[in-house]
C-alpha cells in the first residue's frame, strides 16, 4: 500500500474496514439515485404545475433553481451544524427530510408551499451528497474504493437515464401530484434500506469552519474545486440546450432527440464504472482523460456535428466523458485531502451544485445575446481550462 493509500485508509481518523459493505454502498447509491431524480424531476413538469397553480413557466423554474442553490450552501453548513452526530444518524434524517418534503410537494396548495418544500429538498440533496461522497474510505477495503465510488455515483447516471423520464411519464399520465407522491415513496423504501444495512458511521473529526478554510491551502483540493467549477458550469451552460443544437445544427428530427438523450445518459452511466476502473491505476491521468475529451467533443460540433451521424457521434461521446466527471473529481477529492474527507468533499459538492445553477444561467444569457454555437464554444473553452489546471499541477501535489 502506497503512502498515499495509507492516509486515505484513515480518513476521518479511522481505519478502513477490514471487509467490504456492498449492500451498504448499494442503499447510498440508491440515496444518490432518488436525490438527483428529486432535484430535476420538475424540470418535465414544469407546464402542468403551472397550469395547476396558476404561474408562469419561468416561475415554475424556480422548483429546479431554489434546491440547487440551497443544496450548495447546505452542503458545507450541514457538517458544521451536526459536529460529532454519527453518520449513520444524519443520513436515515435527511432522507426521512427528503420522504416528508417530497409528500408536502404532492400535496402543496400553492405555489409558494411547493417551493417551500424544495428548500427542504436542497437541505436533503446538500447535506446527503456531502456525507455520502465521502463513504466509500468507510464502508470498503482500501483497494475496492475507487469501485465503490463509481457504483455511489452511478446514482446519479441513473437517475439521468431512469428517474427524470419515467417520472416525467408518471407525472404525464397520473398527473405531477402523483410523480412527486410516488419520489416520496421510494425515498421512505431508501430510507428502510439505510436503516437496515448502513453501519454506525462516527464522525471522529467533526467539520469545523477552520477545517473547511484550511482545504483551500491544499493545492490538490484547489485544482480539484477549480477543475469541478470549469468543467460543471460548461458542461451546464451548453447541455442545457442539447436539445435545440441537435435539432439547428446537426439536422436531427425532434421524435429523436429524446431517444438520443436517453443514449447520452447510457454513455454516461458507463463512462462511469469505465472511469472508477481506470482511477484505481491513475487517478491524475484518468481526469486529465475525461477533462482533454469534453474539450474537444464539445466545440468540435462547429465542425462535426452539421450532419445527424456526427452530432449523434458526439453527443454519445460527450456522455461517455462527463459520465466520469464526478467519480473521477471525487476521488482526486479523497486523494488530495485523505485525512480530510468529509470537510473536502462537502466543498466539492457545494462547488458542483453552485455551478450547475450557474452554468444554465450563462448557457442562457450567451443563446440569448449571441448564438447557440457560442455555448458549445464556451462549454470546450472550459473543459480546456480545467485540463491545463489538471496538467499544470506539480507532481507532488497531484492524487496519483
Given at each position: 500500500?502506497?503512502?498515499?493509500?495509507?492516509?486515505?485508509?484513515?480518513?476521518?481518523?479511522?481505519?478502513?474496514?477490514?471487509?467490504?459493505?456492498?449492500?451498504?454502498?448499494?442503499?447510498?447509491?440508491?440515496?444518490?439515485?432518488?436525490?438527483?431524480?428529486?432535484?430535476?424531476?420538475?424540470?418535465?413538469?414544469?407546464?402542468?404545475?403551472?397550469?395547476?397553480?396558476?404561474?408562469?413557466?419561468?416561475?415554475?423554474?424556480?422548483?429546479?433553481?431554489?434546491?440547487?442553490?440551497?443544496?450548495?450552501?447546505?452542503?458545507?453548513?450541514?457538517?458544521?451544524?451536526?459536529?460529532?452526530?454519527?453518520?449513520?444518524?444524519?443520513?436515515?434524517?435527511?432522507?426521512?427530510?427528503?420522504?416528508?418534503?417530497?409528500?408536502?410537494?404532492?400535496?402543496?396548495?400553492?405555489?409558494?408551499?411547493l417551493v417551500s418544500s424544495r428548500i427542504l429538498v436542497g437541505v436533503a440533496i446538500g447535506?446527503?451528497?456531502?456525507?455520502?461522497?465521502?463513504l466509500a474510505v468507510r464502508l470498503v477495503t482500501t483497494a475496492n474504493v475507487p469501485r465503490a465510488t463509481a457504483i455511489i455515483?452511478?446514482?446519479?447516471?441513473?437517475?439521468?437515464?431512469?428517474?427524470?423520464?419515467?417520472?416525467?411519464?408518471?407525472?404525464?399520465?397520473?398527473?405531477?401530484?402523483?410523480?412527486?407522491?410516488?419520489?416520496?415513496?421510494?425515498?421512505?423504501?431508501?430510507?428502510?434500506?439505510?436503516?437496515?444495512?448502513?453501519?454506525?458511521?462516527?464522525?471522529?473529526?467533526?467539520?469545523?469552519?477552520?477545517?473547511?478554510?484550511?482545504?483551500?491551502?491544499?493545492?490538490?483540493?484547489?485544482?480539484?474545486?477549480?477543475?469541478?467549477?470549469?468543467?460543471?458550469?460548461?458542461?451546464?451552460?451548453?447541455?442545457?440546450?442539447?436539445?435545440?443544437?441537435?435539432?439547428?445544427?446537426?439536422?436531427?428530427?425532434?421524435?429523436?432527440?429524446?431517444?438520443?438523450?436517453?443514449?447520452?445518459?447510457?454513455?454516461?452511466?458507463?463512462?462511469?464504472?469505465?472511469?472508477?476502473?481506470?482511477?484505481?491505476?491513475?487517478?491524475?491521468?484518468?481526469?486529465?482523460?475525461?477533462?482533454?475529451?469534453?474539450?474537444?467533443?464539445?466545440?468540435?460540433?462547429?465542425?462535426?456535428?452539421?450532419?445527424?451521424?456526427?452530432?449523434?457521434?458526439?453527443?454519445?461521446?460527450?456522455?461517455?466523458?462527463?459520465?466520469?466527471?464526478?467519480?473521477?473529481?471525487?476521488?482526486?477529492?479523497?486523494?488530495?485531502?485523505?485525512?480530510?474527507?468529509?470537510?473536502?468533499?462537502?466543498?466539492?459538492?457545494?462547488?458542483?451544485?453552485?455551478?450547475?445553477?450557474?452554468?444554465?444561467?450563462?448557457?442562457?444569457?450567451?443563446?440569448?445575446?449571441?448564438?447557440?454555437?457560442?455555448?458549445?464554444?464556451?462549454?470546450?473553452?472550459?473543459?480546456?481550462?480545467?485540463?491545463?489546471?489538471?496538467?499544470?499541477?506539480?507532481?507532488?501535489?497531484?492524487?496519483?
Amino acid at each position: 500500500m502506497t503512502p498515499t493509500e495509507q492516509a486515505t485508509a484513515q480518513a476521518t481518523g479511522r481505519q478502513a474496514p477490514h471487509r467490504n459493505r456492498w449492500p451498504a454502498v448499494t442503499a447510498v447509491a440508491l440515496g444518490t439515485f432518488l436525490l438527483v431524480t428529486a432535484e430535476q424531476l420538475p424540470i418535465g413538469l414544469l407546464t402542468d404545475v403551472g397550469s395547476a397553480l396558476s404561474v408562469s413557466e419561468g416561475t415554475a423554474g424556480l422548483m429546479v433553481t431554489v434546491p440547487s442553490l440551497v443544496a450548495a450552501v447546505s452542503a458545507p453548513l450541514v457538517p458544521v451544524l451536526v459536529g460529532r452526530m454519527n453518520r449513520r444518524f444524519l443520513l436515515l434524517g435527511l432522507m426521512g427530510l427528503m420522504t416528508l418534503a417530497n409528500a408536502a410537494s404532492a400535496l402543496a396548495p400553492s405555489f409558494a408551499v411547493l417551493v417551500s418544500s424544495r428548500i427542504l429538498v436542497g437541505v436533503a440533496i446538500g447535506g446527503f451528497w456531502a456525507v455520502a461522497s465521502s463513504l466509500a474510505v468507510r464502508l470498503v477495503t482500501t483497494a475496492n474504493v475507487p469501485r465503490a465510488t463509481a457504483i455511489i455515483f452511478g446514482g446519479v447516471g441513473a437517475a439521468n437515464v431512469f428517474g427524470v423520464p419515467i417520472g416525467t411519464l408518471l407525472g404525464g399520465f397520473s398527473g405531477w401530484r402523483i410523480a412527486f407522491a410516488a419520489l416520496s415513496a421510494l425515498a421512505l423504501i431508501a430510507l428502510l434500506a439505510l436503516l437496515a444495512v448502513l453501519p454506525p458511521l462516527a464522525a471522529s473529526r467533526p467539520v469545523r469552519p477552520r477545517l473547511l478554510a484550511e482545504q483551500f491551502r491544499n493545492p490538490g483540493v484547489r485544482v480539484g474545486i477549480l477543475a469541478t467549477f470549469l468543467i460543471v458550469t460548461g458542461h451546464f451552460s451548453a447541455y442545457t440546450f442539447i436539445s435545440p443544437a441537435l435539432q439547428k445544427l446537426s439536422g436531427i428530427d425532434e421524435r429523436l432527440v429524446g431517444p438520443l438523450l436517453f443514449a447520452f445518459g447510457l454513455a454516461g452511466m458507463a463512462g462511469n464504472f469505465i472511469a472508477g476502473a481506470a482511477l484505481a491505476r491513475n487517478p491524475h491521468r484518468t481526469v486529465l482523460v475525461i477533462t482533454v475529451t469534453l474539450a474537444a467533443a464539445m466545440p468540435l460540433y462547429l465542425l462535426l456535428g452539421s450532419t445527424p451521424v456526427g452530432g449523434a457521434a458526439l453527443l454519445i461521446t460527450w456522455g461517455l466523458a462527463y459520465g466520469g466527471v464526478s467519480v473521477g473529481l471525487q476521488t482526486w477529492m479523497i486523494k488530495s485531502a485523505p485525512h480530510a474527507v468529509e470537510a473536502a468533499s462537502s466543498l466539492w459538492v457545494a462547488v458542483f451544485n453552485l455551478s450547475i445553477g450557474l452554468g444554465a444561467l450563462a448557457g442562457g444569457v450567451i443563446v440569448d445575446s449571441l448564438t447557440l454555437q457560442a455555448v458549445l464554444g464556451l462549454g470546450g473553452a472550459c473543459a480546456l481550462a480545467a485540463a491545463l489546471a489538471v496538467r499544470s499541477a506539480r507532481a507532488n501535489e497531484n492524487p496519483r
